[in-house]
C-alpha cells in the first residue's frame, strides 16, 4: 500500500502484531509505571486492627458522661501505648490509656479524646469532655478489607500504587515484561557525540531523542547506533538484534533518494512489506514491514518528523503489544488561540502549546527538520487537508505530548 491514512496505517500495523503475554515478577520499589499480571486482593485488612487517629487518651466514653472544662472527669492511667506497640491489659470504666497516632487502641475502650481536651495527666488525667462511643476511632478494615480486590490486572503502576501494595506487604509482584525496541538510525551525514563536527555532517539527534522518549514511555531500547548508508549493514544489523526485540524502529533512509537505503533492506531481509507513505506533513514517507512476526517501522530522518511519527504511529502499536492504554495519544479538542494562515493541503501537524483549554502557536518554524521550537511545545494540532487557514476562537483537535 502506498500514501494510506494515518488511521489506516495504525490499523495495518496493529493487525500484524501480537499483545505481548510474557510475564516477570520484579521487586516493588523496581515496579513504577509497570503493568500488572495479576489482580491484587488484599491478605489482610487496612488498617490491621482498630487504631487511634490522633494523640490523646483511650476510655470507655461511659467515662466521660458529663464531663466539662469546668466539671472534668478524672481516670486512672494504666499506661501509655505508642505507634508499633500494644497495650495488653484490658481497660476497665473509669480508666484510660496514654495512646499515639496509629497506635492500636486496647480492649475495653471505644473512643480516643484528642490531647488539648484533658491536662495531659500521667497518673491521673482530667477529661473536659465528653465523648460518644467511637468518636476519633478508626476501625481495622477502614480503608482496605481483607479479601478485597484493590488493583486489576493490567493496571499501570504508579506511586500511590505501589503505596497500597506496600502497606499490604507486597515484596514482590508479577508484571508484563517491558517491551523491547531495537531502535537504528542510518545516514552518511550522521555524526556521533563527542566527536568535531565535519562540513555536511550532523550530529545524531534523533537516536537519542528517541531513545530517551522511549523509555520514558517506559521501553527497553536496544543497540543504539547509527549505521552508515549500506543496505546490507542495516539489513545484518536487524537480522542480528530480531530475535531479542518486539519491534524495529529506524530513522532515515526511506524517502527516494539515492541514499534511501531501507527500501532495498526489506528484500534483503526477506521482509514482507506493509506500506509506503503516510498522509500526513510532516513525516510522509514511513516505510512499514513485517519481519519474523515482528514490525520494522522506518521513520523520517529528519528530527521533528521523526519525533511526529513515533508520536502518531508507534505509540498507538507500543499500547497494543503491551496492553496498555496509557500509551496511546490523548485527542482533546481546543480553542485556537491566534491566526495560522498558511493553507494545508495535506492533512498537516504542527507543534503548539496546550493551555487550560486554549492551544497557542507561539512560533513560526514548522520545518520537519526543526528540533528547537519542539521544546516550546507540548501537543501538536491535527490540521485536516485542504484547509486553507485557521483563526483564532477555532476549534481545533489537538494531540497532547
Known sequence: MVGISLEEAILCLEAHIKAKETEEWIALDKAYGRILAQDIEAPFSLPPFDRSPLDGYAFCASSSKGASK?????LKVQGEVCAGHYFKQEIKPGEAVRIMTGAPIPKGCDCVLRQEDTDYGEDRVAIYKELKPYANYCFAGE????GSRVLAKGEKLNAITMGILASLGFEKVKVKARLKMALLCSGDELMPLGKPLEIGKIYNSNGIMLKARAEELGIEVIDLKHYQDTAEEVARAISRIIEDVDLVVTTGGVSVGKKDI???VIPLL?????FWRVAMQPGTPVLASSYQEKLIIGLSGNPFAALANFELLVRPVLAKLIGDDHLVPIRQTACLGSDFLKESKKRRFIRAKYE??????????????????MSLCNCLIDIPAGTKSLHEGEAV???LL
Request: hydrophobic content about 35%; proline content about 3%; overall charge positive.
Open 397 to 399: 483537535e489537538v494531540i
Open 270 to 274: 526477506g521482509a514482507k512489506r506493509l
Open 262 to 264: 531501507m527500501h532495498e
Open 70 to 74: 469546668e466539671t472534668p472527669v478524672y
Open 143 to 146: 480503608d482496605i478489607k481483607a
Open 356 to 373: 487550560k483549554g486554549k492551544v497557542y502557536l507561539n512560533h513560526s518554524n514548522h520545518a520537519s527538520g526543526a528540533l528547537y521550537t
